[in-house]
Antibody, heavy 119, light 110 residues
Framework: EVQLVESGGGLVQSGGSLRLSCTAS????????MHWVRQAPGKGLVWVSR????????TYADSVKGRFTIFRDNAKNTLYLQMNSLRVEDTAMYYC????????????WGQGTLVTVSS | QTVVTQEPSFSVSPGGTVTLTCDLN?????????PIWYQQTPGQTPRTLIY???TRSSGVPDRFSGSILGNKAALTITGAQADDECDYYC??????????FGGGTKLTVL
């Protein structure tokens, strides 16, 4: 079964750090671009970051650039998002998603992990 | 900053047809933006409906179709059903590896 499972979410104070993980199974993780997408409570989806299959190329949304770092360990089939200098507005459900290339969708998605940043 | 705009809400009668659109403030949406459409019900992860402008995802009924209409990406739902009532999101590649979601359209079927 193709599956992505996120973990690492929780409650953190403003200015703090958190590391999210996303473990893949059932597909060739090391061949796919991986993305993080977030959704604040009651709000829409927001693209956060992406990483190339070999981890050599990364891209970030302006809202997280310089604070978040995406990286991966293909030997462990795991994607990470290191989040530093967290702000209240980073509060959201964080989803990881796989994408083969530009012509394919974000699919599959994980079930999400909730990050809550308190003031 | 690139902004992707969708209708915040739309209403359609059961059995009717509705077209939701996806617009870019920086110019026209084309197939080069690889538009994707997602359906999301409350508490659930997004479900892929359409990708690469007009390719229907596996298992998606042919009531759902994607296209470029004028200068926007479009999702058309024909024969609307009660369980089509949920949120719809488009996402496009805006360049340099960056993707941008629209704000979503809340569809009501009544």
């Amino acid at each position: 079964e193709v599956q992505l499972v996120e973990s690492g979410g929780g409650l953190v104070q403003s200015g703090g750090s958190l590391r999210l993980s996303c473990t893949a199974s059932g597909f060739r993780f090391s061949s796919n671009w991986m993305h993080w997408v977030r959704q604040a409570p009651g709000k829409g989806l927001v693209w956060v970051s992406r990483i190339s299959p070999d981890g050599s190329s990364t891209t970030y949304a302006d809202s997280v650039k310089g604070r978040f770092t995406i990286f991966r360990d293909n030997a462990k089939n795991t994607l990470y998002l290191q989040m530093n200098s967290l702000r209240v507005e980073d509060t959201a459900m964080y989803y990881c998603a796989s994408k083969s290339d530009y012509t394919y969708p974000f699919d599959p998605w994980g079930q999400g992990t909730l990050v809550t940043v308190s003031s | 900053q690139t902004v992707v705009t969708q209708e915040p809400s739309f209403s359609v009668s059961p059995g009717g047809t509705v077209t939701l659109t996806c617009d870019l403030n920086s110019g026209s949406v084309s197939s080069s933006h690889y538009p994707i459409w997602y359906q999301q019900t409350p508490g659930q992860t997004p479900r892929t409906l359409i990708y690469n402008t007009n390719t229907r995802s596996s298992g998606v009924p042919d009531r759902f179709s994607g296209s470029i209409l004028g200068n926007k990406a479009a999702l058309t739902i024909t024969g609307a059903q009660a369980d089509d009532e949920c949120d719809y999101y488009c996402v496009v590649h805006v360049g340099s590896g960056i993707w941008a979601f629209g704000g979503g359209t809340k569809l009501t079927v009544l």
